[in-house]
């Protein structure tokens, strides 16, 4: 079956420290992956995402995604958090057959000042 | 640009009644998908309309269906309503019909069923 794991619920770490959301995909044929981001009562912000090419992916607000093939990987990450980085945010896959995304059940990430 | 809208923001309903959810897609975009987020489930698929038609329909029961218009807007229906079906209804456009595209969303309806 196809799927996304985000294996971590929330994820804490203190102001200026680096991140690490982790997304792990299970799909047939070559992935396409992206990375959403959701503030309290909002709909989700589309970050950044990986099609072909280059391994690391730029996106919004400083955030970068690792993909990994062999690992069958896509780790969002940033090299300072900021506190208002705190927010829910979810790795999505988009499947080969249909135009729809599949969505991780998402990670909270809590940023401390 | 105006991006994805829904209206209305938050609906209190009681069970066994029907509601109706409406989202305009961003100017140009065709394709219209409908998630549900319910508390501690994540974002689950349940329809995608494109060019006027149903295009794929996630694992909900018939009683949730919807419709999109020749102006690409769309409506999501949900008959008989159910207690878990409380939840944020998240519509989301797409410019370019393509797995490499990403979904842009709207703020989403808040339903509470009682």
């Known amino acids: 079956a196809q799927s996304v794991a985000q294996p971590e619920d929330q994820v804490n770490v203190a102001e200026g420290n680096p991140l690490t959301v982790k997304c792990t995909y299970s799909?047939?044929?070559?992935?396409?992956l992206f990375w959403y981001v959701q503030y309290p009562n909002r709909g989700l912000q589309f970050l950044l995402k990986?099609?072909?090419?280059?391994?690391l992916v730029k996106g919004s607000y400083g955030f970068e995604a690792e993909f990994n093939k062999s690992q069958t990987s896509f780790h969002l990450k940033k090299p300072s958090a900021l506190v208002s980085d705190s927010a829910l945010y979810f790795c999505?896959?988009?499947?080969?057959?249909?135009?729809?995304?599949?969505f991780g059940t998402g990670t909270r990430l809590q940023v401390f000042p | 640009e105006a991006g994805v809208t829904q209206s209305p923001t938050h609906l209190i309903k009681t069970r066994g009644q029907q509601v109706t959810l409406r989202c305009s897609p961003i100017?140009?975009?065709?394709?219209v998908y409908w998630y549900q987020q319910a508390l501690g489930l994540g974002l689950q698929f349940l329809l995608w309309?494109?060019?006027?038609?149903?295009?794929n329909r996630g694992n909900f029961p018939p009683r949730f269906s919807g419709r999109q218009f020749p102006n690409y807007s769309s409506e999501l229906n949900v008959n008989a309503l159910e207690l878990e079906d409380s939840a944020l209804y998240l519509c989301?456009?797409?410019?370019?019909?393509?797995?490499?595209?990403?979904?842009?969303f709207g703020n989403g309806t808040r339903l509470t069923v009682t």
């Open positions: 100017s140009g975009h065709t394709s």
């Open positions: 989301a456009s797409r410019g370019d019909r393509g797995r490499n595209s990403p979904l842009h």
């Open positions: 999505a896959v988009s499947l080969w057959d249909t135009d729809k995304l599949i």
């Open positions: 799909v047939s044929g070559n992935p396409y």
């Open positions: 990986y099609i072909t090419g280059d391994n």
């Open positions: 309309y494109d060019e006027g038609e149903e295009r």
